[in-house]
């Protein structure tokens, strides 16, 4: 029996995730009350036919919100659970309650930070037993593609997920590894390729045909080989590598282009995310 556990913050995108695993073929179940879920389980485990569950827990069922830890753990412990925790910052929570209009089931008649700020708390010692998820700067198809890499994955390999950004912007908050590539001469400032991103030929080969470029690269490729099958002996189940260059446009996103390239050609498989770059124009 294959079980995955959806949760994390109100607004953060747990019916999305929940609605890209029954696409998979998961028996997807939104919010039932945690002491029928034991019983849900083993009533699944005599109906051959059904070997996937995904389950949406949360908060929301404030009666039974001190079962709420003790029942993830115990599925994790004696089903080995996947445990997927979708979060996001404050500030695009509230962006999102605000613009679907809606209340914070936390805070009902409250305000949506006082509602934001309760859940943080009781979801804190879920989320320890959680693979964590910031879906802030996602969007549908990058959290589908973060998705498969953590769940469908056959091999049950460890995710490593690449996150180019821009320092502008901030860094990237939830990164493992993060990587400063501001040392590679800007093409921002080369007239032709001033408005193209990583994404564009002349931009890539640009930046990747610079000295320190190339053997930057090759060393991260190295130290990469080494590290990921590290992490994986000790049950990690997710890298997140982040790059970051001025603008998060070019140069962070041709190196980690190049290096998931390389990373392929060994047999690991990389999920690339590119935070600040519009997907409308990315050439």
Not at 240 to 261: K, Y
């Amino acid at each position: 029996m294959e079980i995955v556990i959806v949760t994390g913050l109100s607004g953060a995108g747990k019916t999305a995730a929940l609605n890209v695993l029954e696409d998979e073929g998961y028996l997807s179940i939104d919010n039932l009350p945690t002491p029928l879920i034991r019983d849900l389980v083993e009533l699944m485990e005599e109906t051959p036919e059904i070997n996937k569950i995904a389950l949406a827990l949360d908060q929301r069922g404030r009666v039974f919100k001190r079962e709420l830890y003790k029942t993830i753990k115990d599925l994790k412990d004696d089903y080995g659970a996947k445990v997927l925790f979708l979060n996001a910052t404050d500030n695009e929570l509230i962006k999102r309650f605000k613009e679907k209009r809606r209340l914070h089931p936390m805070s009902p008649g409250g305000t949506i930070v006082e509602g934001i700020r309760k859940e943080r708390e009781l979801m804190d010692r879920v989320m320890d037993l959680s693979i964590p998820i910031d879906t802030t700067n996602l969007t549908l198809g990058e959290l589908k593609n973060i998705i498969h890499s953590l769940v469908l994955n056959d091999k049950n390999e460890i995710s490593v997920i690449f996150k180019t950004f821009g320092f502008k912007n901030g860094i990237v908050a939830d990164a493992d590894l993060v990587f400063d590539v501001r040392f590679i001469t800007n093409p921002y400032y080369v007239s032709e390729l001033k408005l193209k991103s990583g994404y564009n030929p002349d931009c890539y080969n640009f930046v990747l045909a610079q000295n320190e470029s190339g053997e930057f690269i090759e060393k991260v490729h190295d130290l990469l080989k080494f590290l990921i099958p590290l992490y994986e002996n000790e049950g990690k189940e997710q890298l997140i590598v982040a790059f970051g260059c001025t603008g998060g446009r070019q140069r962070s996103v041709s190196v980690a282009r190049r290096l998931a390239e390389l990373l392929k050609e060994s047999g690991i498989n990389i999920t690339i995310i590119n935070r600040d770059l519009d997907e409308a124009h990315n050439d």
